[in-house]
């Protein structure tokens, strides 16, 4: 039990690596797809897509990391994403140090 809590803790911490998080991404995208769209943008570097153990299928979410802050601007700047006749919804993620980052026993 305690290391399965310590992985999910490690996914929550890299995570917050990620410049962009992705919602509402149809069913029937794949990792390999995002990272080719998002790349007309700029260079991916990563693209992490999570799926459901129990289901097979991934969560219609996703989180993409570029190389250069440029890209992810570059990203931010176009109006609408839309794959596969869906709109994604794009958010960016904050990089906080973590002398910045609330204690969360506070």
Known sequence: MAAASAVRALGRRSRQLFDIFVAEVPWTVSSKELKEYFSQFGSVQRCQLPFDRDTGFHRRY???????PEDVQNVLQKDS?????SKLTLKQQIHRRRSQRRNPRE
């Open 81 to 85: 994403h839309i794959l596969e006749g």
């Open 62 to 68: 996703c989180w993409i990391k570029f190389s250069t």
